[in-house]
C-alpha cells in the first residue's frame, strides 16, 4: 500500500519550505538556506510523482465510470489501458523514492583510480578513465580537485585521487567502483594483437571531521621535498606530506601543493574519508547477505567492466548491459551507463524489501 497520509504530509512540508524560502529571515542565512533547498531538493521529485499517481488515479476512475456511456464508452475503453500501465510505473517510483535513503548520498565524492595489472597499457587506460569521469563531471556543472596524482611513462598514470563535489555526486557515481577491464592493441603493438590490462576504481563519501574522528597520536608525519617522474623536481621545497595511520597501518601521500599546509590539509582529507569507507566496510561486513543482494558492486575485487576498443564495446557485467559507442563513453558520455546502473541498483533494494515483507 501507498501511504497516503505519509505523502500528503511531505507535500505540506515542501510547500512549508517554499514559503519559508521567501522570508528575510532565511534569505539573509547562507546556511539555512542550503538546509532548506538541499530538503526541497530531496521532497521535490518525490510529491511531483506523488501528484501524477493522484491524478492518473482520478483519469482511471473517469474512464470506468464512463465505461458504460454510449458516446464515451469506447473512447475510455481505448485509453485506459494506457493509464493503468502509466499509474502501476508511477506507484513502483514512488516506492523507490520512499525507500530509505543513503546518508552518504548527498555527500561529496574521494574518487581514486589506479593502475592495474598491464604495465604501461594500464597506467594509460587509468588516465583515461580519469579523462571520462573529468569530462562527465564537467557536463554535470560539478567541480573537480586533484588532490593526489602520479605520474607514468607516455602520459600514463599510475594514480590519481580526486574530490568531486556538486549535486548527488555520491549517489551518482557510487556504482563505478571496482575492477575496470580494458582490451586494446597498444600503439607499440607490431603485430596488431589485443592486450588485455586493468584500473581500479574506488568511490568513497567524503568524510566530514564529524564523521570520523582521528586521534592526533595515531598520526605519523613524514615531510620530504616534492618529485615527479623522471627525478624531475615539482619544487624545491619540503612540501610532500606523507601521513600513516598506526592503527590501521593506512598511508596518504599528498605532494601536488607547494605549501606543506595544503597538503597535510588534503591528506587528512583522504584519509579520513578511507577511514569512513573501511568503517562502513566492517558495518556492510555484519550484514553481509543483506548487503550483497543491495549493492554487490562495491567490492572492490569484483571486474565490474569492460572496455573493447577494436569493437567500440562496452559490457558492464553486474547488469549485463552491452553499449557499442565507447568512443562517446570513454569521452565522458555515461549518463546511460549510470541511469542503468541506478535502476538495477533501485530493482535489488525493492526486492530486498518485498522479501523482507
Not at 500528503?8 to 542550503?34: H, K, N
Not at 557485467?317 to 542503468?340: C, F, N, P, V, W
Request: hydrophobic fraction near 40%; include cysteine; glycine fraction near 8%.
Amino acid at each position: 500500500m501507498i501511504p497516503v497520509e505519509k505523502l500528503d504530509g511531505f507535500a505540506r512540508r515542501l510547500e512549508e519550505i517554499e514559503q519559508l524560502l521567501c522570508e528575510t529571515e532565511v534569505l539573509g542565512s547562507p546556511r539555512r538556506m542550503r538546509e532548506l533547498n538541499r530538503e526541497r531538493g530531496r521532497l521535490s521529485e518525490l510529491v511531483v510523482v506523488y501528484r501524477d499517481w493522484q491524478g492518473v488515479a482520478r483519469q482511471i476512475a473517469e474512464d470506468r465510470d464512463a465505461m458504460n456511456d454510449p458516446e464515451l464508452g469506447e473512447l475510455a475503453a481505448e485509453e485506459l489501458p494506457g493509464l493503468e500501465a502509466r499509474h502501476t510505473e508511477l506507484e513502483r517510483r514512488l516506492r523507490v523514492l520512499l525507500l530509505p535513503s543513503d546518508p552518504n548520498d548527498e555527500k561529496n565524492t574521494v574518487l581514486e583510480i589506479r593502475a592495474g595489472t598491464g604495465g604501461e597499457e594500464a597506467a594509460l587506460f587509468a588516465a583515461d578513465l580519469l579523462r571520462m569521469y573529468s569530462r562527465y563531471a564537467e557536463r554535470r556543472g560539478w567541480r573537480v580537485e586533484l588532490m593526489s596524482s602520479s605520474d607514468a611513462a607516455a602520459g600514463g598514470l599510475k594514480e590519481a585521487i580526486l574530490l568531486v563535489t556538486g549535486d548527488r555526486v555520491y549517489s551518482s557515481l557510487r556504482h563505478e567502483c571496482g575492477v575496470h577491464r580494458v582490451q586494446r592493441v597498444p600503439e607499440t603493438e607490431a603485430q596488431g594483437r589485443i592486450h588485455t590490462s586493468t584500473a581500479t576504481v574506488a568511490v568513497l563519501p567524503e568524510a566530514d571531521e564529524v564523521d570520523v574522528h582521528i586521534d592526533e597520536k595515531d598520526l605519523r608525519f613524514d615531510i620530504a621535498a616534492a618529485g615527479g617522474p623522471g627525478g624531475q623536481g615539482v619544487n624545491t621545497t619540503n612540501s610532500a606530506v606523507q601521513v600513516t595511520h598506526l592503527p590501521t597501518g593506512m598511508i596518504v601521500k599528498c605532494q601536488d601543493e607547494r605549501s606543506q599546509i595544503k597538503n597535510k590539509a588534503r591528506a587528512l582529507k583522504i584519509l579520513r574519508s578511507r577511514l569512513l569507507d573501511l568503517e562502513q566496510q566492517r558495518q556492510a561486513d555484519a550484514i553481509r547477505d543483506e548487503r550483497r543482494g543491495m549493492v554487490k558492486a562495491g567490492d572492490r575485487s569484483e571486474k565490474v567492466r569492460t572496455y573493447n576498443f577494436p569493437q567500440n564495446r562496452l559490457t558492464d557485467h553486474r547488469i549485463g548491459l552491452t553499449l557499442y559507442k565507447l568512443d562517446r563513453i570513454i569521452a565522458g558520455e555515461i549518463d546511460d551507463l549510470l541511469s542503468a546502473l541506478v535502476a538495477w541498483h533501485e530493482a535489488a533494494r525493492l526486492e530486498s524489501v518485498r522479501a523482507e515483507d
